[in-house]
């Protein structure tokens, strides 16, 4: 796949199959713009991801750091030791004692229309925010997403997720420690992402592969990077990235991340504007697999609380039916 170093924009589509390896329709995309303005779709979703192997940047405290209960934002501070992996010492404890037993985050008092205990359905909503704040602008004249500051995110203490919803992730705590404190970003957000991208499974495959689907575009010399330190180093500096342009603005960045796009971003997708939530299934679908409109809310307000989005909370997925299948009415 050829890369131009002028274009990495979102889009909204998966890939189709690899044979032997079925791609996760809940996956994210990343479009590459050649020289000559065609596009190159990717898949960084639950079969692959993005980035280029980080140059040396300044270690700091992770951003992202989760919330007290009650929550309060948690500003970067002093910078680690050089030899010391960002701490996550700070994170909520008494973990759920079984998967479904719901968040210990506490809600965010920054995001609207927050609830203490995630729901699915058409009124989904979490402790950082509805589903309908996160997708702000979809039903409308494009996506506008919301302020959250990467800071202020409510989220579960890794080691609690790693005791139940993210047991797969476990034992890839130290690549998620070394690259969250080379890219100043919490290590638990990193395993939260791999859970969403590949279901922490180091050898999912497609056209983007490994855990956190990274672009073989943004690996060294564009191949695919599946080497499991290479890989979640390739989320890292993509989402760092994001944060970057964002503003800090977790909600942008992470929708970035998955292929959402707003008018600013300035794409040239769906006549202009952002996402709206008839895109997938007319315009995207001409790119892929139709778009999953629950992301947000599956990532915030599910991976982000310990909930099994994919497995035994399936229940409290957003108010869409994104069975990727736009011939049976739905929208994604």
């Not at 898949?43 to 919330?67: D, K």
């Not at 690259?179 to 495959?205: H, R, T, V, W």
């Not at 990532?299 to 736009?326: E, M, P, R, T, V």
Request: net charge negative.
């Amino acid at each position: 796949m050829t890369v131009s170093s002028r274009y990495l924009l979102v889009a909204c589509a998966t890939l189709a199959a690899a044979q032997g390896n079925q791609l996760d329709p809940r996956a994210s995309i990343i479009p590459i713009f050649g020289p000559g303005g065609e596009m190159n779709i990717v898949h960084p979703g639950s079969n692959g991801g993005q980035s280029v192997p980080p140059a040396g940047t300044p270690i700091g405290t992770p951003i992202g750091t989760p919330m007290a209960t009650p929550p309060v934002a948690t500003p970067v501070g002093t910078p680690p030791p050089a030899d010391d992996p960002p701490s996550t010492t700070t994170e909520q404890s008494n973990p759920p004692a079984e998967t479904n037993s719901g968040s210990t985050s506490g809600v965010n008092p920054n995001a609207q229309g927050a609830c203490e205990k995630t729901t699915g359905g058409a009124n989904a909503c979490g402790p950082n925010g509805s589903q309908a704040w996160l997708n702000t602008g979809i039903t409308g004249n494009g996506w506008n997403p919301p302020f959250l500051d990467i800071n202020n995110i409510s989220h579960i203490a890794l080691p609690d997720y790693y005791e139940n919803a993210g047991a797969k992730c476990k034992k890839y705590d130290e690549q998620f420690q070394n690259s969250g404190k080379k890219y100043n970003i919490d290590p638990a957000i990193l395993a939260f992402i791999a859970m969403q991208e590949s279901s922490c499974n180091a050898d999912a495959g497609g056209s983007t592969p490994g855990l956190m689907q990274c672009d073989p575009g943004n690996c060294p010399n564009g191949a695919p990077c599946v080497e499991v330190n290479a890989n979640v180093d390739c989320g890292a500096k993509v989402l760092r990235d994001a944060l970057d342009q964002a503003d800090g603005n977790a909600v942008h960045a992470f929708g970035a991340y998955n292929g959402w796009f707003t008018a600013s971003d300035d794409t040239g997708l769906n006549g202009g504007k952002g996402l709206t939530e008839d895109y997938p299934c007319t315009e995207g679908r001409k790119h892929g697999d139709p778009q999953n409109l629950n992301y947000m809310h599956e990532l915030f307000n599910g991976w982000f609380q310990g909930y099994d989005i994919y497995g035994a909370n399936s229940d409290l997925a957003g108010k869409y039916n994104c069975d990727q299948n736009c011939d049976d009415g739905s929208k994604c």
